[in-house]
């Protein structure tokens, strides 16, 4: 993998590591992700580009919103393999 530099930077930070153990059980909405993870919309979004460009997650358009996910079976095989473990968000965790 070209990017393994720019993987493991990307899940460096607690944020998008949060982020990133959401999407490994489903996708969500960006907004969704503010109340969850209880940070503001600008950071959210920051944190998601550099998931993206480190080639961790993709995005879908669906109307007004943007929908993020693990961006492959073989990055999410690769996250479970490095012991990221998945898990619902919620306000309660």
Do not use: P
């Not at 899940?11 to 993870?37: H, M, P, W």
Request: aromatic share 6%; glycine share 4%.
């Amino acid at each position: 993998m070209d990017n393994q530099v720019e993987i493991f930077k990307a899940l460096g930070d607690e944020t998008r590591l949060k982020i990133v153990r959401c999407l490994l059980i489903q996708e969500y909405c960006a907004c969704e992700f503010t109340s969850n993870i209880q940070k503001d919309q600008t950071t959210i979004s920051r944190h998601l580009k550099i998931l993206i460009d480190a080639e961790i997650l993709k995005s879908e358009k669906k109307g007004r919103n943007i929908i993020y996910s693990i961006k492959d079976k073989n990055i999410k095989d690769m996250l479970i393999n490095f012991g990221i473990q998945g898990f619902l968000c919620s306000e309660e965790e």
